[in-house]
């Protein structure tokens, strides 16, 4: 079942069997070496716990190296939340399929182990799949938080009310527009999609167009979920290697099966402009934050080969401007 470390083709997830009595929800945690962020992480989902009948909350925790996880667990889940410990590392998108596996709900969020929840989430999320039946996944508002919980940005706002979107393909094909800890998705989409692959950056924003493309999606813009950004996580990992631009063009590709013929050349061109202004913008963060000239040009440059506009055109000129004047400077 698990011997590619990266999945080439959605890994299937088996129906529920022989479980009477299924609660509503299935919070999966999965977890490796975040122990400083998962007691909040935990804190903010049993703070609006129904109980276990209607609530499974369990931490997969990924071989980590960095605590004991399971005592952790045990101290701030005081015998509520379930722990797994995988018997060897699997990595990222395993440790997801696992999650969903194990999972026994009707509805499972994925919250990973340094991303936390608001008071509200779950009651505001069933409010969607109770109005709109239809929908195979529902996501509210969300931030973007720093290590020390501290607000940065807000997300691009889909709509004004809660509702199942409008064109919500057209809109997700073109962008990433939606963070993990926001989300939840009904268990019977991914028996039916399978889980997360291919990637390890960007495999979220292949699975939302997967499902655009299958169901609809209901949204509110309430903002009820955090996802961190810090140093330490994948995200910006991948950005200092570069594998992030070499994984979305992997995505972009990916998700051109999921498009309406029609409109696959326009929203493709229209994801590679978009990500390509995303990544040269970012490599000032990675010259600046991460004190990293020679990646932040690499960076520029593969932004400016995704796609050739005027604002890779500016960022790769101004990142090679920047090394320049540093070399010459020494």
């Given amino acids: 079942m698990m011997n590619e470390r990266t999945p080439s083709s959605p890994p299937r997830i088996a129906p529920v069997a022989n479980v009477a009595n299924r609660p509503l929800w299935s919070v999966m945690i999965p ?14 989902i049993l703070a609006q716990d129904p109980g276990p009948d209607k609530m499974q909350i369990e931490v997969i925790d990924d071989a980590s190296t960095d605590a004991d996880i399971g005592r952790l667990v ?26 969903i596996n194990r999972a026994h709900g009707q509805w499972v ?31 509210t508002g969300f931030s973007h938080v720093n290590e020390k919980g501290e607000y940065l940005s807000p997300h691009d706002q889909v709509l004004t009310v809660p509702g199942i979107i409008e064109n919500w393909l057209s ?8 963070q993990t800890p926001a989300i939840v998705v009904k268990r019977c989409v991914y028996e039916k999609l399978g889980s997360f692959f291919a990637v390890h950056y960007g495999e ?16 509110s813009p309430m903002c009820l979920a955090n996802y961190r950004v810090h ?33 696959k050349t326009k929203l493709t061109r229209a994801a590679k402009r978009n990500w390509s202004h995303y990544f040269a913008r970012a490599s000032d963060m990675t010259y600046g934050r991460y004190k990293s000239p020679h990646q932040a040009l690499v960076q520029s440059r593969m932004a ?5 506009n005027s604002v890779s055109l500016y960022y790769l000129v101004k990142t090679y401007l920047k090394v320049l004047l540093r070399y010459k400077q020494r």
Wanted: glycine fraction near 6%; proline fraction near 3%.
């Fill in 31 to 44: 977890a490796y070496n975040c122990h400083k962020f998962l007691r909040q992480t935990l804190e903010s």
């Fill in 74 to 99: 045990a101290e701030a889940g005081g015998g509520r939340v379930g722990y797994y410990r995988q018997p060897e590392n699997r990595g990222s998108l395993r440790n997801f399929e696992t999650c």
């Fill in 109 to 139: 969020h994925i919250l990973h182990g340094d991303d936390y929840v608001e008071n509200g989430f779950y009651k505001e999320i069933e409010q969607l799949f109770l109005r709109f039946p239809q929908a195979g996944a529902a996501y």
């Fill in 171 to 178: 809109i997700i094909a073109r962008f990433q527009r939606v």
């Fill in 204 to 219: 979220d924003w292949e699975m939302w167009v997967r499902i655009a493309a299958h169901y609809p999606v209901a949204h």
């Fill in 231 to 263: 140093n330490s996580n994948i995200s910006s990992q991948y950005f200092l290697s570069g594998q992030n631009m070499r994984d979305i063009a992997k995505v972009i590709d990916i998700n051109q099966q999921y498009l309406p013929s029609d409109e």
């Fill in 304 to 308: 400016f080969s995704l796609h050739q």
